[in-house]
């Protein structure tokens, strides 16, 4: 008994070094596995137009005329992998929906029992359902809603919660095009793994995005977010990314995030190929090491 409580607090720890510096549970609910928001330093809350608005604003999805599938693979620290698949699908006048399922996994550890023989493996995963509606009740101002289910492994120890977000978003200007947006993120309850429920990582966001073009087929999108987590006595954080797009086909992006901790950099870039759009994203990390996400989205135009 012991010997499993043991290992439970150690998988426990790790896990929080790895998802997050903040220590707050769930902190898998906060985690960007998308690319192209990743190498802007997920500065999106006021970005629109594809499936990375199910994770910032789901409000966002009203601006997504044509279906669109996303699949990402992240390689984080740790033996720590992500899977991501995401979809949205325009319902004409009666709304936008998208679906995005997110699955986490390190790579199973093998446990030994007191001879020293191998006693079978321990896992660690956890898996995030998202129902995401969009509808723009004003016309220039939608709104959004996402629905989540989540189930965490840790060792033998389980628990399953559902959260809520709300969005908004308001376009305020066409040319040069200027939004607006507002979400609050991870409004919900959890089960515990053994005795003691873990706070929900409730976060509020805003943000606003700038883009124009600067000459003939080249265009700049500078977006910059704020996030404020509830459950901490924390200051604001601040994220600003920047996207230059050449001709519609390369894109080059990067961001900063100004945390409480460090300045923490990210690059990346896109190659636009008709209905598929490959993204690539590098975020460093002073002692934990570097991260990889690959997107590869699917645009089915009408």
């Known amino acids: 008994m012991k010997k499993n409580f043991f290992i439970f607090i150690l998988l426990l720890l790790l896990k929080t070094a790895i998802f997050s510096s903040g ?8 985690i960007n596995p998308n690319a192209k928001s990743s190498s802007m330093s997920n500065a999106y809350c006021a970005v629109s137009g594809d499936t990375n608005s199910i994770f910032f604003n789901p409000a966002g999805l009203s601006f997504v005329k044509n279906p669109i599938i996303s699949l990402t693979h992240f390689s984080s620290f740790g033996d720590t992998n992500y899977e991501y698949f995401s979809a949205v699908y325009s319902m004409g006048g009666f709304g936008v929906m ?16 007191e001879f020293g023989d ?24 939608p709104f959004g809603i996402n629905v989540k289910y989540f189930n965490s492994l840790l060792y033998k120890y389980t628990k399953t919660g559902f959260a809520v977000d709300f969005g908004a978003m308001i376009y305020i200007n066409k040319n040069p095009e200027i939004l607006g947006g507002f979400t609050v993120q991870n ?4 089960t515990a793994y053994i005795d003691i429920v873990d706070e929900m990582p409730v976060n509020i966001k805003a943000g606003m995005s700038f883009k124009t073009n600067i000459i003939n087929d080249i265009s700049i999108l500078i977006a910059i977010d704020t996030n404020r987590l509830v459950t901490k006595d924390e200051l604001p954080i601040l994220d600003i990314g920047g996207e230059l797009c050449f001709r519609k086909f390369l894109s080059l992006r990067s961001g900063i995030g100004l945390h409480h901790d460090a300045e923490r950099f990210s690059f990346g870039f ?23 996400r690959i997107t590869l989205d699917i645009e089915f135009k009408k």
């Open 23 to 30: 220590g707050v549970g769930n902190d898998f609910l906060r």
């Open 118 to 141: 191998e006693a079978g493996n321990i896992d660690n995963r956890d898996i995030t359902v998202t129902l995401s509606y969009s509808y723009p009740v004003i016309s220039f101002m």
């Open 98 to 113: 998208g679906l995005g399922v997110l699955y986490n996994y390190t790579f199973a550890f093998v446990e030994y029992d």
């Open 270 to 292: 896109g190659i636009n190929l008709a209905n598929v759009k490959f993204s690539y994203a590098f975020v460093p990390y002073d002692f934990l090491g570097d991260t990889h």
């Open 187 to 190: 409004i919900g309850y959890q």
